[in-house]
């Protein structure tokens, strides 16, 4: 079986079998290419050999990853990537041996995650809410979700029509590893999901034989993908006058860090996230620090000078 044969069974596999989003697919994908491109470079006949890679090329691979300057975090991610790869070929006896099973990294540092403060999230939804056009209804909607559920965007592009009940106020989010969490919405989302369904999609999907099932259509009304979603968020960002970069993902911290600053306890937040450990979770309680250590100066009177 060639090389690339063997990529393209594992590649089913994490369609098929484990479900992946697209976008995860794709990095899986990239990172060994990344690899095979190093095989190639350090052998004499530019050939592949997958199912013949040792520990000590794997330790010579690291090194190369070093030596180009990539960032601890890169080198652990491509290294889960490769070792997934490997415990797929040998659990269906196509290796014998995984190489990448030894190799054990450094923790990188986790950095703080970026969130919006107020006056931000306020002048995005300022931006979006000014447009009262077909697409700009549904953009009213793609905020009002990625801020009011903490969904991930590759959450929010597959997330079907079917799975958000109106009545009740609540969404069912498909996650990683395909588990399911119900998360509730409010009266924002609310409103402009009922004007989004009435007045805005109907006019994307007559665009579409067949349109798509997820909630949220592009102008051609297919189903959105997360590119086309990170897209019309930075396009709102200039348009609300932002300098930093934002993506979808901020929305999410944003949610959690809102939730812990409003009195959400830990094990509520890590449930609305999909997260499966509660160290995952913990990250947000750093970004709630400095409001914690103002509500002690405040309210304790030997915490201050006098």
Do not use: C, W
Not at 81 to 94: G, I, K, V
Not at 180 to 204: D, H, K, M
Not at 217 to 238: C, D, F, H, P
Not at 254 to 263: E, K, P, R, V, W
Request: charged share 20%; proline share 2%; no cysteine.
């Amino acid at each position: 079986m060639t090389s690339q044969q063997l990529v393209q069974l594992f590649m089913d596999y994490l369609r098929v079998e484990r479900q992946y989003a697209e976008d995860t697919q794709t990095a899986y994908l990239a990172d060994i290419k990344d690899f095979m491109a190093f095989l190639i470079s350090t052998d004499e006949a530019k050939q592949v050999k997958l199912t013949s890679v040792d520990d000590l090329t794997v330790r010579v691979y690291l090194s190369a990853l070093y030596d180009r300057g990539i960032s601890q975090k890169t080198i652990a991610r491509k290294v889960s990537a490769l070792r997934s790869f490997y415990q797929f070929m040998e659990a269906n006896q196509l290796v014998t041996h995984n190489p990448f099973n030894g190799i054990h990294l450094k923790k990188a540092g986790r950095h703080l995650p970026r969130f919006f403060y107020h006056e931000e999230l306020q002048a995005l939804f300022k931006a979006a809410y000014e447009d009262q056009s077909v697409l700009g209804l549904r953009n009213q909607v793609l905020l009002e979700f990625l801020y009011g559920t903490g969904a991930r965007v590759s959450e929010m592009a597959e997330l079907i029509l079917a799975e958000v009940d109106q009545a009740a106020r609540i969404v069912h989010i498909t996650g990683k590893g395909d588990k399911t969490r119900i998360v509730p919405f409010g009266q924002f989302a609310a409103a402009a999901l009922q004007q989004y369904l009435e007045l805005s999609r109907p006019q994307l999907a007559k665009k579409q034989a067949q349109p798509g099932l997820t909630l949220l259509l592009n102008q051609r009304g297919q189903a959105m993908t997360a590119s086309g979603i990170e897209y019309v968020l930075k396009k709102l960002g200039e348009k609300a006058g932002l300098t930093q970069h934002i993506s979808a993902h901020m929305f999410r911290h944003t949610f959690a860090s809102d939730m812990l600053n409003n009195g959400a306890d830990l094990r509520t937040v890590q449930q609305l996230l999909g997260h499966s450990s509660l160290s995952t979770t913990q990250i947000y309680t750093h970004v709630t620090t400095d409001k914690l250590q103002q509500s002690y100066r405040q309210f304790f009177p030997r915490a201050s000078e006098r």
